[in-house]
């Protein structure tokens, strides 16, 4: 089209998704999670654990994605109109509409993992810890989507009826399991016989599936 509307020497054109289709277009986004563990103590020094979790932190799209599509969607009814225009004696009627839908998708993650804990000091009341772990990833639900949709109606040669649906649908897939690493550091603190309050920091390391 842009070629076209050169060589017809119009001003307009219509924007392009190209920094969306190829540049990074989506991000993991931030949300709750929760689950549980298990833990058997082999000796004073290590542990081996067991955890499932659920999160709701789910793959969204970068907050360049809307604006660009705005543009795309606005200004496919000008350019075709402008276009169309050229030679208003064999297209008439010209009504060109163009619609988008921004879809962020609903997906969610699972994950279980087994691990190795090493605790730095022992028999503390404080104990800091580091671990290394191994798992499977699941991603469940939808991935974010972009569609727009173009119409042209007219009347070619005063006529023949013209009416043309266009839809472009852009989506992201990515493999449903994944293998997962993660490592840990973090400290326990007992606050009696029985129970205590543990805090950490863990990073987990994957492909990147999308």
Same mark, same amino acid.
């Given at each position: 089209?842009? $070629?076209?509307?050169? $060589?017809? $020497?119009?001003?307009?054109?219509?924007? =392009?998704?190209?920094? &969306?289709?190829?540049?990074?277009?989506?991000?993991?986004?931030?949300?709750?999670?929760?689950?549980?563990?298990?833990?058997?103590?082999?000796?004073?020094?290590?542990?081996?654990?067991?955890?499932?979790?659920?999160?709701?932190?789910?793959?969204?799209?970068?907050?360049?994605?809307?604006?660009?599509?705005?543009?795309?969607?606005?200004?496919?009814?000008?350019?075709?109109?402008?276009?169309?225009? =050229?030679?208003?004696? =064999?297209? $008439?009627?010209?009504? &060109?509409?163009?619609?988008? /839908?921004?879809?962020?998708?609903?997906?969610?993650?699972?994950?279980?993992?087994?691990?190795?804990?090493?605790?730095?000091? /022992?028999?503390?009341?404080?104990?800091?810890?580091?671990?290394?772990?191994?798992?499977? &990833?699941?991603?469940?639900?939808?991935?974010?989507?972009? =569609?727009?949709?173009?119409?042209?109606?007219?009347?070619?040669?005063?006529?023949?009826?013209?009416?043309?649906?266009?839809?472009?649908?852009?989506?992201?897939?990515?493999?449903?399991?994944?293998?997962?690493?993660?490592?840990?550091?973090?400290?326990?603190?007992?606050?009696?016989?029985?129970?205590?309050?543990?805090?950490?920091?863990?990073?987990?390391?994957?492909?990147?599936?999308?």
């Amino acid at each position: 089209f842009q $070629q076209i509307a050169t $060589q017809a $020497q119009i001003p307009q054109r219509i924007a =392009t998704l190209d920094n &969306v289709v190829f540049l990074p277009s989506s991000e993991r986004g931030n949300s709750w999670a929760m689950g549980g563990r298990i833990s058997r103590v082999m000796n004073p020094r290590a542990s081996i654990e067991g955890s499932v979790e659920f999160s709701r932190a789910q793959i969204r799209l970068a907050d360049s994605v809307r604006p660009a599509v705005e543009a795309a969607r606005a200004s496919f009814p000008t350019a075709w109109t402008a276009l169309f225009a =050229t030679d208003p004696a =064999t297209f $008439q009627n010209v009504d &060109v509409t163009a619609a988008s /839908t921004v879809s962020d998708g609903d997906m969610t993650q699972m994950s279980a993992e087994g691990a190795l804990i090493i605790n730095i000091l /022992t028999r503390r009341r404080n104990t800091p810890y580091v671990g290394m772990g191994v798992g499977l &990833v699941r991603h469940s639900g939808d991935s974010p989507s972009v =569609t727009l949709t173009g119409r042209t109606r007219m009347m070619l040669n005063g006529t023949a009826p013209i009416d043309e649906l266009d839809t472009l649908t852009l989506g992201y897939a990515l493999d449903r399991t994944v293998v997962a690493a993660s490592i840990r550091l973090g400290i326990k603190r007992m606050m009696g016989e029985r129970w205590g309050v543990q805090g950490e920091m863990r990073e987990q390391l994957s492909s990147n599936p999308l």
